[in-house]
């Protein structure tokens, strides 16, 4: 099973109320709160040999369109939420999240998280 499908599996379990997919792009309007998972990067360890680091950035989006005080509100608090699943998810080492807005339309978050696994559990 891929990261992206274990972290999608684990974090639907933990937010029963989210929207979540494993693809970078969502080309319906955003109907209800979202999660993206997007598996940015892979690099070799530079602490470990025959280790792979992994990035995945979490893109957390309210359904709220605009940049208004309650999408703003709305995207604060759906944050907090996801932060608190993440921290759940033992495998994963959770980043800085930053604000965006997605799409030009919703405000949104994008957390970074890694995930150190073995060359050969990867395949």
Do not use: C, W
Not at 24 to 31: E, G, P
Not at 89 to 105: C, E, F, I, P, S
Request: net charge neutral.
């Amino acid at each position: 099973m891929s990261l992206r499908a274990r972290l999608k599996r684990d974090l639907e379990a933990l937010l029963p109320g989210y929207r979540i997919t494993r693809g970078i792009t969502v080309s319906d309007r955003i109907a209800k709160r979202t999660i993206i998972l997007e598996q940015s990067s892979i690099d070799p360890s530079q602490g470990a040999r025959g280790l792979l680091e992994f990035t995945v950035k979490v893109h957390v989006v309210t359904e709220r369109e605009g940049v208004t005080d309650a999408a703003e509100d709305t995207i604060d608090q759906l944050v907090l939420e996801v932060l608190a699943a993440l921290e759940k998810v033992r495998y994963l080492n959770v980043g800085v999240a930053t604000k965006k807005v997605y799409n030009d339309t919703n405000l949104s978050y994008e957390i970074e998280t890694t995930n150190l696994a073995r060359k050969k559990e990867t395949s």
